[in-house]
């Protein structure tokens, strides 16, 4: 059985290796690319039931989760800018009290999505990436408008 020290080291050598530039030098760990590297899994729920769970750099946006791996249901017509509200989706039970609180803006959006709901809408836009969110589950909306 590995102890704490040798699985360290293993991890080290591994991220190492993934931060090796093209010339073979090691990129500085820093607070950037050690962000890059972690990643929150995220279960994205179409309106008609299909999953999708895929694992979301720490960083990007919910809906820059759904947008990089094509899951249909999130449009993002405003690219992210809070001005759409075509990343509409509605949070698992579960997951509403442990998200970040609603800025105004998103809140005042939220009126203009699809069948809003009072307690579980959010703009995937305006939730950003953490370990925080690893195990979110969101469910589309019937459409976006
Ligand atoms: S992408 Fe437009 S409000 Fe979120």
């Given at each position: 059985?590995?102890?704490?020290?040798?699985?360290?080291?293993?991890?080290?050598?591994?991220?190492?290796?993934?931060?090796?530039?093209?010339?073979?030098?090691?990129?500085?760990?820093?607070?950037?690319?050690?962000?890059?590297?972690?990643?929150?899994?995220?279960?994205?729920?179409?309106?008609?039931?299909?999953?999708?769970?895929?694992?979301?750099?720490?960083?990007l946006?919910?809906?820059e989760?759904?947008?990089?791996?094509?899951?249909?249901?999130?449009?993002?017509?405003?690219?992210?800018?809070?001005?759409?509200?075509?990343?509409?989706?509605?949070?698992?039970?579960?997951?509403?009290?442990?998200?970040?609180?609603?800025?105004?803006?998103?809140?005042?959006?939220?009126?203009?999505?699809?069948?809003?709901?009072?307690?579980?809408?959010?703009?995937?836009?305006?939730?950003?990436?953490?370990?925080?969110?690893?195990?979110?589950?969101?469910?589309?909306?019937?459409?976006?408008?």
């Amino acid at each position: 059985m590995a102890v704490h020290g040798e699985n360290t080291l293993l991890w080290r050598v591994g991220l190492e290796a993934a931060l090796r530039d093209g010339h073979g030098k090691v990129a500085a760990l820093n607070a950037d690319n050690w962000q890059v590297n972690r990643m929150a899994r995220i279960t994205y729920i179409e309106y008609n039931g299909t999953p999708h769970l895929v694992e979301v750099p720490n960083g990007l946006t919910v809906m820059e989760g759904a947008r990089d791996n094509d899951i249909p249901g999130i449009e993002a017509d405003c690219g992210g800018a809070c001005a759409c509200s075509t990343c509409h989706v509605y949070v698992d039970e579960a997951w509403v009290d442990r998200l970040p609180e609603m800025e105004a803006m998103e809140e005042d959006m939220l009126d203009f999505a699809w069948d809003p709901d009072p307690v579980r809408s959010r703009l995937t836009c305006q939730l950003r990436v953490t370990d925080a969110l690893d195990g979110l589950v969101v469910r589309m909306p019937e459409k976006q408008i």
